[in-house]
């Protein structure tokens, strides 16, 4: 046997016995990788719904991932406001003591100044905003990533209830619950971030309002 199929033969084996290692590997992380995804994402959940103790997917194929954005796009291009730039990429109930404690929202909001910014809104049964949290955002360092690193801002949409939102320039935001103060000199990140709040709003009404379920059984009421 000449040395270029020695050579050949011993890279094949060699290339085997690494792919079962790895096949090997994989098996045995795969069960620890997917808990540790599951347990961040519950903790992302529950810092803008607090109050649940465990969260549930919606029951039905236009809530699956694949789909859902699909399911809520006529919704918010046909409102008055045309949420065109919102994409609404995920939706669950929140769960606390088997009963629905309210839903997470996750929106993608493609008009940010530098691109998507991607956040999640805990609204409760009755319709209050209980926090915001981002997941994605690159605004400008100084300006729109304020939106970020000054509380105070995502703070103004925190234990609110209204149907719609917008967005002052003037400093009057605080003397109105559905009146957003613009963060200085990022106009464009406040309103992408507002725009989206209103979308996941208007997807959490259509979810209560079609009487959906949870995979669990759980009625949103």
Not at 41 to 65: I, S
Not at 102 to 114: E, I, M
Not at 203 to 217: I, L, Q, R, Y
């Amino acid at each position: 046997m000449s040395k270029q199929v020695n050579d050949a033969l011993r890279l094949f084996i060699i290339t085997i016995i690494a792919g079962f290692a790895l096949g090997g590997i994989y098996m045995v992380t795969k069960e620890p990788i997917a808990a540790q995804e599951l347990k961040a994402q519950q903790e992302a959940y529950r810092a803008v719904l607090p109050d649940a103790g465990d969260f549930e997917e919606l029951e039905g194929e236009q809530y699956v991932p694949e789909k859902i954005g699909e399911t809520f796009a006529e919704l918010l291009a046909n409102d008055p406001e045309g949420y065109t730039n919102d994409e609404i990429t995920g939706i669950v109930a929140g769960i606390k003591d088997g009963k629905y404690d309210g839903l997470v929202v996750t929106v993608n909001a493609h008009d940010g100044y530098s691109g998507d910014i991607r956040y999640s809104v805990g609204i409760d049964p009755e319709g209050t905003l209980k926090g915001i949290s981002l997941l994605e955002i690159s605004e400008t360092a100084g300006l729109g990533m304020r939106a970020k690193t000054d509380p105070s801002f995502l703070a103004q949409y925190k234990d609110v209830n209204v149907k719609k939102f917008s967005v002052v320039k003037d400093g009057s935001g605080a003397g109105a619950d559905d009146k957003v103060d613009a963060i200085g000199g990022s106009t464009i990140t406040s309103k992408a971030i507002t725009r989206g709040v209103n979308a996941a709003l208007l997807a959490a009404e259509k979810v209560k309002n079609d009487g959906a379920s949870t995979v669990g059984g759980v009625v949103i009421e």
